[in-house]
């Protein structure tokens, strides 16, 4: 039958007219939504884009059905080829929608995209194989569209790929938002009963209707559903950042951090920070007198970062400060924290750890070196320089291991300069570290002044030279002064 202006022609032109205007909406909106998972924008955007084609190629063959001419003969068999190829691409890419929200293995998702691909393979071959033979529709000598005796021969892959969505949900419906669920069941059934029902009335054009009626109702919902996660992941984001930001001033808290730490001791001056790479860091800095005549200065670093580093870190820095507190030697220290860590360490995780007991009266400094970077000494009259001092293995990484220990006298005037790797290590947009050398220089820039102005300097060199590179690791320093007899009171 050629088109006519009747009235059931112009509600279906209008019907169709409205659909190509609802999918250009619903294309922006997907475009637009920052909420869509990737894949999820991606294969919607396709499936709008095919449902808007399908119905424009309905359009345009409905249009121009029985109009003479042998151009108008060419473009109807275009635009109906197009038709039917966009109706098949269409259930390809609502497969490949399902699939997704469905969330299976990679492996198994990568397998049955391979089938799916294949099925749509193979009614693009249909459709090609059938086109001279008349096979799936024809036009007559008045070029009036009809249906070929194996029209439903197109229909075959659709009807696959429907089925592999109906078995997909059923199994995988624990793991499928139940609204999603219904929208997608709802998108399956509605061109189906449109198609019982306009086989009592043919005129109006119900399959397209309700194609996209149903389309556009499926991804409201899903958009509902992502918005939804959304604001549930906001608010989820906004306690763990409030538990992190509590978690952060702990582990601050844990570390000495009130200058001058103690005032009444003029023999000495010390002075301490930590600068941790995300909210909460796995290096640490501790100091305490032992007794009158003994400080204890610890510098360590904990492999990994964030949260498992920060809970490592806690429980070293407590097991350290006890043996210290027992009047332990260093490397007496370092042996039994050790012993105590790789007792219950199914993490496998380890701290490197420099560990100095200054007996203030005389200025003997014994320490021990766990695996830790070389501490940096400063003569009175001399500059900041590294002592390779005898490194033992990290804590935690080797049950049994015994530290030792070594000796050097501080004369009255004499610094000591402690830092974790996040220090040297710090690097630039252009991925140069800092290095050793431009620290010893940025030290050595004012090599007399007090501890926090020397770890000043150091910590504006290390930022000038980062600039907007963000920062990688933990920046942590300590700087000891023991002082000379002049500037005791």
């Not at 499928?176 to 669920?181: D, G, H, L, Q, S």
């Not at 009047?327 to 039994?336: C, H, N, R, V, Y």
């Amino acid at each position: 039958m050629s088109f006519v202006f009747s009235a059931s022609n112009l509600i279906n032109i209008l019907f169709i007219a409205g659909g190509i205007g609802i999918c250009g909406l619903c294309f922006l909106q997907i475009s637009s939504s920052t909420h869509l998972r990737k894949e999820v924008r991606s294969y919607f955007q396709a499936f709008i884009l095919l449902l808007t084609f399908y119905i424009s190629s309905h359009l345009a063959r409905q249009i121009m059905d029985g109009f003479p001419g042998a151009g108008v003969r060419t473009a109807l068999h275009i635009v109906t080829f197009a038709e039917i190829l966009a109706a098949g691409l269409m259930a390809f890419m609502m497969s490949l929608l399902v699939l997704v929200i469905s969330k299976l293995s990679i492996d198994v998702s990568k397998k049955l995209t391979v089938l799916l691909g294949a099925v749509a393979l193979v009614h693009l071959a249909i459709l090609i194989v059938g086109r001279p033979l008349n096979l799936i529709y024809f036009f007559d000598a008045s070029n009036v569209y009809h249906r070929g005796a194996g029209y439903l021969l197109c229909n075959l892959c659709p009807v696959i790929m429907l089925i592999f969505d109906a078995v997909l949900l059923l199994k995988n419906r624990k793991k499928i938002n139940k609204r999603i669920n219904v929208a997608l069941r709802i998108y399956m059934v509605a061109p189906v009963i449109a198609i019982i029902i306009q086989s009592f009335s043919k005129e109006i054009q119900l399959i397209i209707i309700a194609t996209v009626g149903a389309s556009v109702y499926m991804f409201s919902v899903i958009l509902q559903n992502q918005n939804e996660e959304y604001e549930k992941q906001k608010i989820e984001s906004s306690r763990i950042d409030a538990e992190l930001n509590m978690a952060s001033a702990i582990q601050a808290d844990m570390l000495p951090n009130i200058f001058p730490a103690f005032p009444d001791r003029p023999e000495f001056d010390i002075y301490a920070s930590m600068h941790p790479a995300k909210e909460v860091g796995g290096d640490f800095y501790d100091f305490f007198l032992v007794d009158d005549d003994h400080l204890c200065m610890v510098m360590a670093d904990v492999s990994g970062k964030g949260v498992p580093a920060a809970l490592f870190m806690m429980a070293s820095k407590i097991i350290l400060a006890n043996n210290a507190m027992m009047g332990k030697s260093p490397a007496q220290i370092l042996t039994d924290t050790n012993v105590a860590i790789c007792s219950n360490n199914r993490e496998e995780m380890f701290v490197t750890v420099w560990l100095g007991i200054l007996e203030i009266s005389t200025g003997k400094l014994t320490a021990a070196n766990a695996g830790h970077e070389y501490p940096v000494i400063k003569d009175p009259n001399g500059e900041f320089k590294l002592l390779h001092d005898k490194h033992g293995f990290v804590i935690g990484g080797m049950d049994g291991f015994k530290y030792k220990e070594y000796e050097l006298t501080l004369e009255r005037g004499s610094k000591v300069f402690l830092y974790t790797d996040g220090v040297p290590e710090a690097t630039d947009s252009d991925g140069k570290m800092f290095g050793v050398e431009n620290m010893l220089k940025a030290l050595n820039k004012d090599p007399n002044a007090a501890p926090d102005k020397i770890m000043q300097n150091l910590h504006d060199a290390v930022g000038a030279f980062v600039d907007q590179a963000e920062q990688f690791d933990d920046l942590t320093m300590l700087c000891v002064e023991y002082k000379d007899s002049q500037n005791l009171d």
